[in-house]
């Protein structure tokens, strides 16, 4: 399979793109779903905005290096990586924090509903949002699983919120088919597009969605605890109230009115003053992952997949496999179920193969094509079938630990 790899690299039309991303010398990086490689170009803006727009702009750069707009400006750019316009997308806090914020918002425009439908085993942060607002008795949760949920949605609906690419398998929801029946329900929607934006091609606007979410450190490469962001439909921004009434949110922050007045457009979803190290790298992150192409990673992320599984079957490997068969059912990742999945995973990671583990037994193989080689995973796959040919995986080193990350 090495060789089929090296001629799948050679007609590879995207792999130059890998030298425009710092990937260490060693490692096989197949984490890129939890937190992308760092682009070479973030060094340079970091420094820029650092020594010039801080070091000598000082204040001065709020507006003369376009600080005020930064969150804007870059969820602008993010729009056409999810079917937005320009105007509905911001850049802004965490997507935890977002995620609230547009449960409340929805929750009030859904007045005589409290319930805030989704699925059992959805990404954590998103179901103990719910469970927060609930606390204030504001929310009721009700869970059904995958198969159920149109089935769920009743006139006490007031919103349903679901993970577009499920975290742990990958696998997909059709967002215009369940925007549709939930709307027909007279509920509202939120996606949560984190393990989707910048690997999966996305459109909001076709499937009529209300709102959603998404995160900047992982496809979009904007480091470690990057801004998030969050989309709403035009439709619903002169409605929209959210519930932190920070100034960066006012219609005129500068006022330093003592009553807050919303902004009328989604700069109404900003909060605090806005983290300008965090932007100017998510930025730098966005602009690449846009001049790539979503289409062309989508693509390219499927095919290694796909060859993953081929070398998987090549090496003669039994291997439960929880993600979909079919890579246009999932996301960039491939999961798999092993009672000593941990052990497993660490094993992989001591031979500089970086793939990530989720309780209690699933290890999971990320596939971000802006960087990632076919002969990073037919390599890969060898390591994998070396570690559980030779019980290595067994060494007391590779055992569970009290703590996983």
Not at 142 to 159: M, S
Not at 311 to 325: F, K, N, R, T, Y
Request: net charge negative; proline share 5%; hydrophobic share 45%.
């Amino acid at each position: 399979m090495i060789e089929k790899s090296r001629e799948l690299d050679a007609a590879d039309p995207l792999s130059h793109f890998r030298e425009r991303f710092h990937v260490p010398k060693g490692v096989i990086y197949l984490d890129g779903n939890s937190l992308g490689c760092l682009p070479k170009a973030t060094r340079g803006r970091m420094q820029e905005v650092i020594d010039r727009e801080w070091g000598e702009g000082l204040i001065r750069s709020w507006n003369d290096a376009g600080w005020f707009d930064m969150a804007k400006r870059i969820g602008g750019k993010i729009a056409p990586l999810i079917g937005a316009q320009p105007h509905e997308v911001i850049a802004c806090d965490s997507t935890s924090v977002n995620i609230f914020k547009l449960l409340a918002a929805a929750l009030d425009m859904r007045p005589g509903r409290k319930v805030v439908l989704s699925e059992p085993g959805n990404f954590p942060t998103d179901l103990y949002m719910i469970a927060g607002l609930e606390r204030q008795g504001l929310a009721e949760r009700r869970l059904a699983e995958r198969g159920e949920l149109i089935g769920a949605l009743d006139e006490d609906v007031a919103l349903l919120m679901l993970t577009h690419a499920h975290y742990k398998t990958g696998e997909l929801f059709d967002i215009a088919a369940l925007t549709e029946a939930a709307q027909a329900a007279g509920a509202l929607v939120l996606w949560d597009l984190s393990h989707s934006t910048g690997a999966l091609p996305v459109d909001l606007n076709a499937a009529n969605a209300d709102f959603a979410v998404g995160c900047g450190y992982k496809y979009l490469c904007g480091g470690p605890g990057a801004p998030a962001f969050a989309f709403v439909a035009e439709r619903h921004l002169g409605r929209l109230a959210q519930p932190l009434t920070g100034w960066f949110g006012h219609s005129a922050p500068f006022a330093f009115s003592d009553d807050y007045d919303a902004a009328s457009g989604i700069e109404q979803l900003l909060c605090g003053t806005s983290p300008v190290l965090g932007l100017s790298a998510l930025e730098v992150g966005v602009d690449l992952i846009a001049e790539i192409g979503v289409g062309r990673l989508h693509q390219k992320s499927r095919a290694l997949s796909d060859f993953f599984l081929e070398c998987v079957a090549d090496h003669g490997l039994d291997l439960e496999l929880v993600s979909p068969p079919d890579s246009g059912e999932r996301g960039s990742q491939l999961s798999f179920r092993h009672p000593d999945a941990y052990a497993i995973c660490q094993a992989l990671i001591a031979r500089g193969v970086i793939g990530d583990f989720r309780d209690p037994d699933i290890f999971r193989l990320g596939f971000a094509p802006a960087y990632l080689r076919f002969t990073d995973i037919a390599e890969a796959a060898r390591h994998l079938a070396e570690v559980l040919e030779s019980g290595e995986w067994q060494r007391e080193e590779f055992g569970r630990r009290a703590a996983v990350t």
